[in-house]
């Protein structure tokens, strides 16, 4: 059965540090999420994807984020310079089409650890 | 404004018990789609369930049922039976008209004690 594949499964990171989490969603999906988790929280949206560009994102994604899609297969979440408060999961989700009735998908996430 | 409140954070039973997990939403959308996701201790999150606005009728998957109710605006899920491979935190959410963002709840544990 296809998944969401996100890798790598932990980063460890000092602070002011660049990271990039990388994605490979369903082969045929065409929107693409990051959704992040505090530990002990609830899942939060950060942002969507399709057509190469971003469709919405939250207020936490501020300018120290950006997506892409550099390649046909993967999707990637950059952080600039990270803060002790970037620590959480990050999740990838791939749905197939526009409509609200769509499952997202979601990948194993990435445990990100600011030190 | 787009919300899900599970009230319960924690909920211990003795396996073989049954357990409801309740959902509340609220959203001003006329169409909307409800999910329930399971987070084992692993992390990720596995789909179990998604609902339309426009069907009530309830849903059993084995041991799985959930129960929707426009009315008051909640989709409960229960767990007959339960078991140990049971216990994770389960998340109900609720997508936008868009189907661009899912509005996650704040998620129960359950722990199915042997």
């Known amino acids: 059965e296809p998944e969401v594949t996100q890798t790598p499964s932990h980063q460890v990171t000092q602070m002011g540090q660049e990271v990039i989490l990388r994605c490979v969603p369903i082969?045929?999906?065409?929107?693409f999420y990051w959704y992040r988790q505090i530990l002990g929280q609830k899942v939060e949206f950060l942002v969507s994807?399709?057509?190469?560009?971003?469709?919405?994102k939250s207020e936490i994604f501020d300018d120290q984020f950006s997506v892409e899609r550099p390649d046909g297969s993967n999707f990637t979440l950059k952080i600039r310079s990270t803060k002790l408060e970037d620590s959480a999961m990050y999740f990838c989700a791939s749905r197939l089409t526009s409509g609200s009735h769509e499952t997202q998908y979601f990948g194993p996430g990435t445990r990100l650890l600011v030190l | 404004a787009q919300k899900v409140t599970q009230a319960q954070t924690e909920i211990s039973v003795v396996e073989k018990e049954d357990v409801t997990l309740d959902c509340v939403y609220e959203t001003r959308d006329t169409t909307y789609y409800l999910f329930w996701y399971k987070q084992p201790p692993s992390g990720e999150l596995v789909f179990l369930i998604r609902?339309?606005?426009?069907?009530?009728q309830n849903e059993i998957s084995g041991r799985y049922s959930w129960n929707f109710q426009k009315s008051t605006s909640s989709f409960n899920f229960t767990i007959t039976a339960s078991q140990v491979v049971d216990s994770a935190v389960y998340f109900c959410?609720?997508?936008?008209?868009?189907?661009?963002?899912?509005?996650f709840g704040t998620g129960t544990s359950l722990t199915v004690i042997p």
């Open positions: 082969s045929n999906h065409l929107y």
């Open positions: 609902r339309n606005s426009f069907d009530e």
């Open positions: 959410a609720l997508s936008s008209n868009t189907g661009n963002q899912f509005y």
């Open positions: 994807f399709y057509n190469n560009e971003i469709s919405e």
